[in-house]
């Protein structure tokens, strides 16, 4: 269906493919504003976006990032026309990060939603919204708790999409002129990820377990809180912190 450079490249393409094979495009899911064709859509704009970002450097021609507008050709699709997009633009996006990864420095600067990244955030990218949204098609099976619990799917979040995880739930905790809150999440043999937001600034960074955790949980689980996302299963994770510390880390880790 699709070539052996998506599959090397985006390993975690065929488990998405089947969740969304095996579910009708108007099903709902665990993404409360999208049903199954909404995040195909999502998923086709991504493929494509990165890739032409990363074309665009490597031609000596930089662009800047789109916004989710350029997912807006795709809802004119028929869902078989879709599908053949999504196909495609994951095709053209593994041929590109392919090429940079023979042609470029691995730590030559790229700019992406204006933040330098390195060229291997673009298939990694891609890898990690592949798993995040095969986990909205499908909630805490084994596969997704399994993907959503490798060490390269937190250090992804942390290092490479960072603040912009933390950036519109900031604006919903009205902090004062002086106000500073920190939240520490915190898995089984892991270092704490570390999340701050104050009136300056937020930051979300790895630090060394100390202190009582805001929420302790396994590391899937840990993935879906910094993605704005909850476990099918709460017991999964614990917390006694209290009701406004955990209210305040859970606004500040809303999603995006």
Avoid at 33 to 49: K, L, P
Avoid at 167 to 193: C, I, K, M, N
Wanted: with cysteine; net charge negative.
């Amino acid at each position: 269906m699709v070539t052996e450079c998506v599959l090397d490249t985006l390993p975690e393409w065929e488990a998405f493919a089947h969740a969304v094979r095996t579910r009708r495009p108007d099903a709902g899911t665990w993404c409360e504003a999208w049903t199954t064709r909404d995040i195909v859509i999502h998923q086709t704009g991504n493929a494509e976006e990165l890739a032409r970002v990363l074309a665009a450097h490597m031609a000596g021609e930089p662009v800047e990032t789109r916004g989710f507008d350029r997912e807006k050709p795709y809802r004119e699709l028929t869902d078989p026309e879709l599908w053949t997009a999504f196909i495609t633009r994951c095709e053209q996006l593994a041929e590109i990060t392919n090429s940079a990864a023979r042609d470029l420095s691995a730590d030559e600067v790229i700019m992406w939603t204006g933040r330098p990244v390195t060229p291997r955030f673009f298939a990694e990218h891609m890898r990690e919204e592949l798993v995040l949204h095969r986990w909205d098609l499908t909630g805490d099976d084994t596969t997704a708790m399994q993907a959503l619990s490798e060490p390269w799917m937190t250090q992804h979040s942390v290092h490479d999409v960072g603040n912009a995880l933390l950036d519109l739930g900031a604006t919903s905790l009205d902090l004062g002129t002086e106000d500073r809150f920190q939240g520490r999440l915190r898995a089984p043999g892991t270092d704490d990820v570390v999340v701050t937001a104050t009136p300056k600034g937020n930051s979300i960074e790895f630090a060394p377990p100390e202190g009582p955790a805001t929420i302790e949980s396994d590391s899937a689980v840990r993935t879906l809180f910094l993605w704005g996302r909850r476990p099918a299963d709460f017991t999964r994770w614990h917390s006694q912190a209290g009701p406004d510390a955990l209210r305040k880390v859970r606004t500040l880790l809303g999603g995006y």
